[in-house]
């Protein structure tokens, strides 16, 4: 069965740094697209970051350039999110997603926590 696990969500001070990981099971991880979304309080969700299948290419949420880098090791079915110079409105829940649209497979995690806050 399919699963997407996050781990590495927390409190963290403004300034500070977090590690996400999302470990996969179930599934081909390396021909996925995977990617971090976000959703705060009150908020629609948004993307953050997306890594292509053998991770040749990245991109990322405007707000998140520069600070943020998704990276990925197939080898561990892993996919991860540095978060670097945290602000107060990074707070949100953050959300590992897998997709390959050619066979229309869209797959989520449950989330994991990040709040910035001094």
């Known amino acids: 069965q399919v699963q997407l696990v996050e781990s590495g969500g927390g409190l963290v001070q403004p300034g500070g740094s977090l590690t996400l990981s999302c470990a996969a099971s179930?599934?081909?991880?390396?021909?996925?697209?995977m990617s971090w979304y976000r959703q705060a309080p009150g908020k629609e969700r948004e993307v953050v970051a997306g890594?292509?299948?053998?991770?040749?290419?990245?991109n990322y949420a405007d707000s998140m350039k520069g600070r943020f880098t998704i990276s990925r090791d197939n080898a561990k079915n892993t996919v991860y999110l540095q978060m670097n110079s945290l602000k107060p409105e990074d707070t949100a829940v953050y959300y590992c997603?897998?997709?390959?649209?050619?066979?229309?497979?869209?797959?989520w995690g449950q989330g994991t926590q990040v709040t910035v806050s001094s």
């Open positions: 890594i292509t299948s053998y991770g040749g290419d990245t």
């Open positions: 179930g599934f081909t991880f390396s021909r996925y697209t």
């Open positions: 997603n897998a997709v390959r649209r050619a066979y229309g497979h869209d797959y």
